[in-house]
């Protein structure tokens, strides 16, 4: 069986994924949908997504599920890598 060609998300253009992770719980942040949006837009699994979350959380001793650690691991993405 061969799979289609995907391509990625322009800039600027929303991912919508559909099944049962395209939505998401009332009170819970949206995570789930957040999760799938990103795994579409970035062409992976959504467990990838969640695996390199827990990765850069586990690195930092940071966690987006804290609204306080938020602004510093945006701050982060955007910076870059530090050279070696």
Avoid at 26 to 50: C, F, K, M, S
Wanted: proline share 13%; glycine share 10%.
């Amino acid at each position: 069986m061969s799979r289609s060609p995907r391509t990625p998300a322009s800039p600027g253009s929303i991912a919508r994924p559909s099944g049962p992770a395209a939505g998401s719980a009332p009170g819970d942040g949206g995570v789930p949908a957040a999760a799938a949006r990103t795994a579409e837009a970035l062409i992976v699994h959504v467990h990838t997504v969640h695996d390199r979350v827990r990765r850069i959380e586990d690195s930092t001793g940071r966690s987006l599920a804290r609204p306080e650690d938020r602004p510093a691991l945006g701050a982060a993405l955007l910076r870059g890598p530090l050279p070696v």
